[in-house]
């Protein structure tokens, strides 16, 4: 690495009107476009420190990176890379976007007018699974829940070829947890919140919790190595 090393924090359709962000290190925000597409990065100050600090102090570097792209994310669509996107200059970066035009604008294109929403389902208290058996029963009741809400968007208008989503199960502190991330259009965003709302009437023993996100934080995050 060297002074000029570059951190990239996402791919947007069109330039920023105001770049007056700072990025990780407090570094003015750049843009690099190639074609139709623009490349979010800031310069590494210490790029050597970084590297070797990046997973030491992620806390305050993650806040950092989600920050600036929640306040960008207003003016274009976004196509957020993974924290601690680094690429070696300039040349690089610009390579990148030639080589990736095509399949970077066919993604700005499904989220456009888009917004994620991260939802969570736990267990009621009295619906803790105690044993083995349990466990699986309610995994699959689970499943099954995802399986309806996709069932009931599937009969939507749908503006995008599908809808992106991403589920885990897992057990946390004597309790089930399941997390999905679904890209929802603007179009689609009021039946999606309705289907949420009658499912959770249906199963009483489950609880529901929906976080949105103005850009697709985590069904999509770009990963390139050069």
Request: aromatic share 12%.
């Given at each position: 690495?060297?002074?000029?090393?570059?951190?990239?924090?996402?791919?947007?359709?069109?330039?920023?009107?105001?770049?007056?962000?700072?990025?990780?290190?407090?570094?003015?925000?750049?843009?690099?476009?190639?074609?139709?597409?623009?490349?979010?990065?800031?310069?590494?100050?210490?790029?050597?420190?970084?590297?070797?600090?990046?997973?030491?102090?992620?806390?305050?570097?993650?806040?950092?990176?989600?920050?600036?792209?929640?306040?960008?994310?207003?003016?274009?669509?976004?196509?957020?890379?993974?924290?601690?996107?680094?690429?070696?200059?300039?040349?690089?970066?610009?390579?990148?976007?030639?080589?990736?035009q095509d399949a970077l604008l066919a993604l700005l294109t499904q989220i456009e007018n888009c917004c994620e929403?991260?939802?969570?389902?736990?267990?009621?208290?009295?619906?803790?699974?105690?044993?083995?058996?349990?466990?699986?029963?309610?995994?699959?009741?689970?499943?099954?829940?995802?399986?309806?809400?996709?069932?009931?968007?599937?009969?939507?208008?749908?503006?995008?070829?599908?809808?992106?989503?991403?589920?885990?199960?897992?057990?946390?502190?004597?309790?089930?947890?399941?997390n999905s991330s679904w890209l929802v259009s603007n179009s689609e965003e009021a039946r999606f919140l309705s289907?949420?709302?009658?499912?959770?009437?249906?199963?009483?023993?489950?609880?529901?919790?929906?976080?949105?996100?103005?850009?697709?934080?985590?069904?999509?995050?770009?990963?390139?190595?050069?």
């Open positions: 690495m060297n002074d000029a090393t570059l951190y990239i924090y996402a791919f947007a359709a069109k330039k920023i009107p105001t770049l007056v962000y700072r990025g990780i290190e407090e570094s003015p925000i750049q843009y690099t476009q190639k074609g139709k597409v623009v490349a979010i990065w800031s310069y590494l100050n210490n790029p050597q420190e970084l590297q070797k600090n990046l997973y030491s102090d992620t806390q305050s570097a993650a806040l950092k990176h989600y920050t600036l792209l929640s306040e960008i994310a207003p003016t274009t669509a976004l196509l957020p890379c993974k924290f601690g996107t680094i690429l070696k200059n300039e040349e690089d970066l610009a390579q990148l976007i030639t080589n990736q929403y991260d939802l969570k389902i736990t267990l009621t208290e009295k619906a803790i699974p105690q044993t083995g058996t349990e466990y699986l029963k309610q995994k699959q009741e689970l499943l099954k829940t995802h399986q309806q809400i996709e069932a009931e968007l599937s009969h939507l208008p749908l503006q995008y070829p599908e809808i992106i989503k991403k589920y885990v199960f897992h057990k946390k502190q004597d309790s089930f947890l399941s289907i949420i709302a009658t499912l959770q009437q249906k199963n009483m023993h489950w609880q529901y919790s929906l976080s949105v996100y103005p850009f697709p934080y985590k069904t999509i995050q770009l990963n390139f190595t050069l």
